[in-house]
T-cell receptor, first 113, second 114 residues
Framework: AQSVAQPEDQVNVAEGNPLTVKCTYS??????LFWYVQYPNRGLQFLLK??????LVKGSYGFEAEFNKSQTSFHLKKPSALVSDSALYFC???????????FGTGTRLQVFP | DVKVTQSSRYLVKRTGEKVFLECVQD?????MFWYRQDPGLGLRLIYF???????EKGDIPEGYSVSREKKERFSLILESASTNQTSMYLC?????????????FGNGTRLTVT
């Protein structure tokens, strides 16, 4: 069965430092992977996706993610964190050949001034 | 920009009441979804619809039903609300055109059942 795991409940980083939010996946076949962000009292916003091609995917708000097939990972990164990046981040994988997504449990990112 | 609108931001209902959560999207998307979000559990799929009048159970359909009479509208129904259905409910839509189309979410309905 397909699944994603976000091993960290919370990540703390100082403003201006690089940030990484981790995600690992388990799928049969080629994965379709996604990152979403949720700001307080809002729905989820799409950040980026990997389907095929270049392993480094660029998305909204300066975020990028690196697909690593050998480590079955899809970590979200940003070179320089902003306080406004503080939010809840979800990794997701497409379920089989359907249009449904399976979400991880989320990682809260806290960026300190 | 895709807009997914959920009719209520906050709802408070009593145990045993029948509850309707409404969702409308304006981008002619074929797919619509209802998820619930709980701390530590992430998002779990309740129901999915890929066309008008078509529906498919998700991971946690018990105690819920759905209705999709028009393409733009997808309703979630709690037949007899219970306290363990207190949660944040998120509606989403996506197109079937193109591989890996992302889901577009509404702002959520926070339901409290007392």
């Amino acid at each position: 069965a397909q699944s994603v795991a976000q091993p960290e409940d919370q990540v703390n980083v100082a403003e201006g430092n690089p940030l990484t939010v981790k995600c690992t996946y388990s799928v049969s076949g080629n994965p379709y992977l996604f990152w979403y962000v949720q700001y307080p009292n809002r729905g989820l916003q799409f950040l980026l996706k990997y389907i095929t091609g270049d392993n480094l995917v660029k998305g909204s708000y300066g975020f990028e993610a690196e697909f690593n097939k050998s480590q079955t990972s899809f970590h979200l990164k940003k070179p320089s964190a902003l306080v406004s990046d503080s939010a809840l981040y979800f990794c997701a994988v497409r379920e089989g050949n359907t249009d449904k997504l399976i979400f991880g449990t989320g990682t809260r990112l806290q960026v300190f001034p | 920009d895709v807009k997914v609108t959920q009719s209520s931001r906050y709802l408070v209902k009593r145990t045993g009441e029948k509850v309707f959560l409404e969702c409308v999207q304006d981008m002619d998307h074929e797919n619509m979804f209802w998820y619930r979000q709980d701390p530590g559990l992430g998002l779990r799929l309740i129901y999915f619809s890929y066309d008008v009048k078509m529906k498919e159970k998700g991971d946690i359909p018990e105690g819920y039903s759905v209705s999709r009479e028009k393409k733009e509208r997808f309703s979630l129904i709690l037949e007899s609300a219970s306290t363990n259905q207190t949660s944040m409910y998120l509606c989403a839509s996506s197109t079937r055109r193109g591989a890996g189309s992302p889901l577009h979410f509404g702002n959520g309905t926070r339901l409290t059942v007392t």
